[in-house]
């Protein structure tokens, strides 16, 4: 049965399967908020394509993880057995395409980053991978080594080892470097959680966090935090204080698995030392954490934190450390790249491939929990599916990229780490913007080939797209998975967010599992608007309005805990207006 609905302003209006009482709930419309670095995004970019990244997400995974791959550079992958913190040969990953400091022969290979080869693991798994299985390796089990037990940090970090850190970022020196991993690790732990170890890590994790928020007591103004000494640090590298908002996401996932109380006063301990912040602390891909660990806790807590300024700061770039990291908006020379993450005013605005992918992590989930920012979140990941294309040598033009004679190398898998709007090279200063160009070259002067400017990092993180996106019927309408992301949640039942760019409605279809009746509940709407659903469901979406559909079993009870709508104990609705 195919179920057509009609929405009218604001408000869904069931126009089929009434042959049941729909028994619906009769909340109110929900307000829509704004984001003002949103607003001056376009509401359909162009050129327009949205890409499949799930499956350029598969193909990453296959390509990069062949280790018998040929051709110049290749493969990507080789293997470690220095054994660092534990006793078992682990995967390496080039962290971009040429990078002379790596590989099986330099630095007995162990210089290989947790950002690229968790991050890949990630993103793998996402799109439905199991890398605890695959060609009898298990490469989630690899991961523990970052876990830095010999030094006695005891924490994930960038590096298994500080005998290679100062080769690349972090470790005891730039705090979001030894956060991340932290971060990274557990929502790996979320989709392995009966990987060997994993739990003991998890806990030792947690609680050196619980205590480093403890000691900090609030002021999170530091370069870094030793972990080992249980110290805050300053260096010359600026105060990193968003590394609040990564303490607090570790803390409340540890809270949830093991539900242990002290974990949720420290993740919300942790979001008030941030919220408490004068001005934008933003500096790398932690504040969108922060966000979304606002509207998280608000809704299942009860709390009352500032979700709006968080959003703000995820988006406006106006920190003044990082100088202007946020979200980039324009048009540079016919082709919108609105949405990409970096920096707004390097060399007119750089935007990083990496940055863009993980920040539609927790800035997606949030429209789950506080349903106001459908529209601003729903717009903004149009502009950013559209744009993240263009970072990949097969999708922008040849005469905006820095090497495109040499794109065979990335076997349509790996893309420019950045698109910048005048490069940063004087080689290529007559491309006209955006220019798609990486860092590599510049970290090792003189000995970087060129195509390190191809990013294996950030490309690994492509997953995370792939598990959230999907096109509809309708270009420019995506269906946006809210559950792919929210990791440690409790039991959810299929939530969509849809938003419609253009001037005039739209109507599209949700596609349900076979053979499960459902009715269908909106949040924006506040209301159910279809009973009894029997395979697919189509509905107009009104003009520049979005939606969010939950499918809940069909006839299931309905029951009201404060602003929350369960129905049969599940939350369909956290923010019910009356």
Not at 474 to 498: E, K, S, W
Request: some cysteine; aromatic content about 12%; hydrophobic content about 40%.
């Amino acid at each position: 049965m195919r179920i057509s609905i009609l929405l009218t302003g604001l408000v869904l209006l069931a126009a089929a399967c009434q042959d049941h009482k729909a028994g619906a709930n009769k909340g109110k419309a929900i307000a829509q908020l704004n984001l003002q670095r949103v607003d001056s995004m376009p509401d359909l970019p162009q050129p327009l394509e949205i890409i499949d990244y799930r499956q350029l997400a598969l193909r990453f995974d296959s390509v990069v993880y062949d280790r018998n791959a040929t051709g110049p550079y290749w493969p990507l992958i080789w293997f470690d057995s220095s054994h660092k913190n534990f006793r078992q040969t682990v995967a390496g990953l080039y962290t971009a395409i040429g990078d002379v400091r790596q590989g099986p022969g330099v630095h007995k290979g162990m210089f290989h980053e947790a950002l690229n080869t968790m991050g890949a693991v990630l993103g793998a798994t996402l799109v439905g991978i199991n890398k605890a299985n695959q060609q009898e390796l298990d490469y989630v089990s690899m991961l523990k080594n970052y876990f830095n037990k010999d030094v006695h940090w005891n924490i994930m970090m960038n590096n298994t080892c500080p005998e290679v850190a100062l080769l690349g970022g972090g470790y005891g020196r730039d705090w979001w470097y030894d956060v991340y991993p932290n971060v990274l690790f557990y929502a790996v732990y979320d989709k392995y959680p009966h990987a060997p170890g994993f739990d003991t890590i998890a806990r030792t994790i947690a609680d050196k966090f619980y205590a480093a928020d403890s000691i900090l007591a609030g002021n999170y103004n530091y370069s870094y935090f030793d972990y080992a000494q249980m110290k805050p640090m300053k260096t010359q590298i600026c105060a990193q204080p968003d590394a609040a908002a990564g303490h607090s996401w570790v803390l409340y996932s540890a809270y949830k698995k093991f539900g242990d109380k002290k974990y949720l006063e420290g993740a919300k301990s942790a979001l008030k030392a941030l919220q408490s912040q004068p001005e934008n602390p933003t500096y790398e891909v932690l504040m969108p954490f922060g966000a979304y660990m606002a509207a998280r806790i608000n809704a299942e807590e009860s709390e009352n934190y500032d979700l709006a300024k968080m959003l703000a700061w995820s988006f406006d770039g106006t920190p003044k450390c990082r100088e202007g990291w946020g979200v980039l908006v324009g048009r540079w020379n016919d082709i919108d790249i609105s949405g990409i993450v970096g920096s707004t005013v390097d060399h007119g605005g750089y935007g990083f491939l990496m940055n863009t992918y993980d920040a539609a992590w927790p800035l997606v989930p949030i429209v789950r929990y506080d349903q106001r920012y459908a529209k601003a979140i729903g717009k903004w990941m149009l502009n950013a599916a559209n744009a993240s294309r263009f970072f990949y040598p097969q999708y922008i033009p040849k005469e905006h990229q820095a090497i495109p004679d040499q794109a065979a190398v990335t076997k349509g898998v790996i893309g420019y780490e950045g698109l910048v709007w005048h490069a940063t090279y004087e080689e290529y200063e007559h491309i006209k913007g955006p220019v798609a160009q990486g860092d590599g070259p510049k970290w090792v002067p003189g000995k970087n080939p060129a195509v390190s400017q191809f990013s294996v990092y950030g490309s690994a993180h492509v997953g995370i797209f792939g598990s959230i996106i999907r096109n509809t019927a309708v270009p420019g309408i995506l269906q946006l998975d809210l559950l792919a992301t929210d990791f440690f949640r409790a039991g959810a039942y299929p939530t969509y967010l849809y938003y419609n760019p253009y001037k005039e409605e739209k109507e599209v279809s949700l596609k349900a599992d076979e053979g499960k009746n459902y009715d269908l509940y909106n949040t924006v709407a506040g209301s159910f608007i279809a009973k009894n659903v029997k395979g697919n469901a189509s509905f107009k979406i009104p003009a520049g309005e979005a939606v969010v559909m939950v499918c809940t079993p069909a006839g299931g009870r309905q029951t009201l805990e404060g602003k929350k709508m369960l129905v049969n104990g599940v939350v369909v609705d956290y923010q019910v207006k009356k």
